[in-house]
């Protein structure tokens, strides 16, 4: 089955730019989608489609992706942005929704 | 909202039916599905289901075991577990997919998750 990859960990000072990476084969032909979860909620979509970003969501948060990798840049990063960060795709070809594994993002 | 219901301590080998109730839009128009996490890991999908319930897939881990189904009228997504494992403990996460299509878009409504625990 397929296999989206993320690293463990993120940590940034308050004000910094935060930049997380999702890797997966042919990523490209793949619509990528990225959740925050803070602990105790349930997950809420912050880039969808890629690069879109949801209304209500800040103009600090955006998405890219160049090749097999999707990004998900966070810019003058908050406290309160310390959360767990999860990139999504739909697997036509086993017709499977797959999350990769998640990068908890710490704000020094 | 989703709100799920239905989790609960469970023997292993037993089976245990998982409810969601949507309230305050059209349910008939969207794909849903099941999502699951082991408390301080990662997001894992389950299950999903078409609007009309054409469509439904499943999760690597769970086929054969688990059945999703749903209920318009009703406004209802279930999730039947049957020969339950250990490795099944997790919250379990009712989410809507923000389209009609099944795996067109991102999920843009989630419920606030059922507990179940699998365990002797």
């Known amino acids: 089955s397929y296999v989206l990859t993320q690293p463990s960990s993120v940590s940034v000072a308050p004000g910094q730019t935060a930049r997380f990476t999702c890797g997966g084969d042919n990523l490209g032909g793949k619509s990528v989608h990225w959740y925050q979860q803070k602990p105790g909620q349930a997950p809420v979509v912050v880039v969808f489609?890629?690069?879109d970003r949801p209304s209500g969501i800040p103009a600090r948060f955006s998405g890219s992706k160049s090749g097999s990798t999707a990004t998900l840049i966070i810019s003058e990063v908050e406290a309160g942005d310390e959360a767990d960060y999860f990139c999504q795709v739909w697997d036509r070809s086993f017709d499977q929704w797959v999350f990769g594994g998640g990068t908890k993002l710490t704000v020094l | 909202q989703p709100v799920e219901s239905g989790g609960g301590l469970v023997q292993p080998g037993r089976s245990l039916r998982l409810s969601c109730v949507v309230s305050g839009l059209n349910f008939d128009m969207y794909a849903m599905h099941w999502v699951r996490q082991v408390p301080g890991k990662g997001l894992e999908w389950v299950a999903g289901?078409?609007?009309?319930?054409?469509?439904?897939a499943y999760g690597d881990s769970v086929r054969g075991r688990f059945t999703i189904s749903r209920d318009n009228a009703k406004q209802s997504l279930y999730l039947q577990m049957n020969s339950l494992r250990a490795d099944d403990t997790a919250l379990y996460f009712c989410a809507k997919e923000r389209m009609m299509g099944f795996g067109e878009t991102h999920f843009d409504s989630w419920g606030q998750g059922t507990l179940v625990t699998v365990s002797s």
């Open positions: 289901i078409s609007w009309n319930s054409e469509k439904k």
């Open positions: 489609d890629d690069s």
